[in-house]
């Protein structure tokens, strides 16, 4: 908790710092996410054909084009000119982790597939599929799919998952409480889209400020923030329990202490 301005009449505090824990690693994970759905979700068709004067000479490569799409929208076509063979690339150091189908001519090597892990057997099938037409100069055409679906999704619900928690951090971070003794109100501002949402409480129905611990399923026990009312109710002053505790002990003595509890 961050006291952003205190004096004898005002105490203002936002929680900046559990904002930041939220804000920080929720923006990293969606990021992740948004990058890993573009290179890890696309689906690949390769399509190949020979015309008859390929057919007559075995040292003829067939016409070739790659297409692929993302989530059933066009990503990028690419044609392939002189395709000798597709292999497995297991990338340095990931042997028996994480594979992909490789596209071999004789310039350069061209991904098919994405990475997947483990190693199975559909991008085994894919390159023997593709090594077994191009071994045969009487099969006049290929068409060999790869489905990159299930990582899409994977990649999408991660992506939500870091926005979900770098929304929870931004609404934390708008957050301000503010002990005002001219007016005898403890107000909670939060900003939001719609506009402002402001709740206030008089002084005269807070009874103390203390720190709830709540055991979590785990065994561990997390805590926040609650003003008690006179009458005995509990008004959380954050949404969230957290693990840490001493920094909040800290906050509820600069309250008590403003408030003369």
């Given at each position: 908790?961050?006291?952003?301005?205190?004096?004898?009449?005002?105490?203002?505090?936002?929680?900046?710092?559990?904002?930041?824990?939220?804000?920080?690693?929720g923006a990293m994970v969606?990021?992740?996410?948004?990058?890993?759905?573009?290179?890890?979700?696309?689906?690949?068709?390769?399509t190949c054909e020979r015309s008859e004067r390929n057919e007559r000479s075995r040292s003829a490569s067939p016409r070739c084009e790659l297409e692929r799409t993302l989530i059933g929208i066009p990503w990028s076509t690419t044609s392939i000119?002189?395709?000798?063979?597709?292999?497995i690339r297991t990338p340095r150091g990931a042997q028996g982790y994480v594979c992909r189908v490789m596209l071999v001519t004789a310039e350069r090597e061209v991904p098919f597939s994405g990475y997947r892990s483990p190693r199975g057997e559909e991008e085994e099938g894919i390159a023997e599929q593709i090594n077994a037409f191009l071994g045969d100069?009487?099969?006049?055409?290929?068409?060999v799919r790869y489905s990159g679906s299930a990582e899409a999704i994977l990649s999408a619900v991660l992506a939500l998952l870091g926005l979900l928690v770098l929304v929870t951090g931004?609404?934390?971070?708008?957050?301000?409480?503010?002990?005002?003794r001219r007016k005898g109100l403890f107000t909670h501002r939060q900003r939001r889209l719609l506009g402002p949402k402001v709740?206030?409480?008089?002084?005269?129905?807070?009874?103390?400020?203390?720190?709830?611990?709540?055991s979590a399923t785990s065994g561990s026990h997390v805590h926040r923030i609650v003003l008690r009312t006179i009458s005995g109710k509990e008004l959380p002053m954050t949404s969230r329990y957290y693990l840490w505790r001493d920094h909040l002990i800290q906050t509820v003595r600069t309250i008590r202490k403003f408030l003369e509890l």
């Open positions: 908790m961050k006291t952003t301005k205190a004096g004898t009449d005002i105490l203002c505090i936002q929680p900046v710092r559990e904002a930041m824990l939220l804000i920080i690693p969606a990021l992740m996410g948004l990058i890993a759905f573009p290179i890890f979700g696309q689906s690949a068709v390769l000119e002189g395709l000798q063979g597709a292999r100069p009487n099969q006049a055409s290929l068409k931004l609404r934390t971070y708008s957050t301000t409480w503010t002990f005002d709740v206030t409480y008089p002084f005269d129905q807070i009874g103390d400020v203390t720190v709830s611990a709540f």
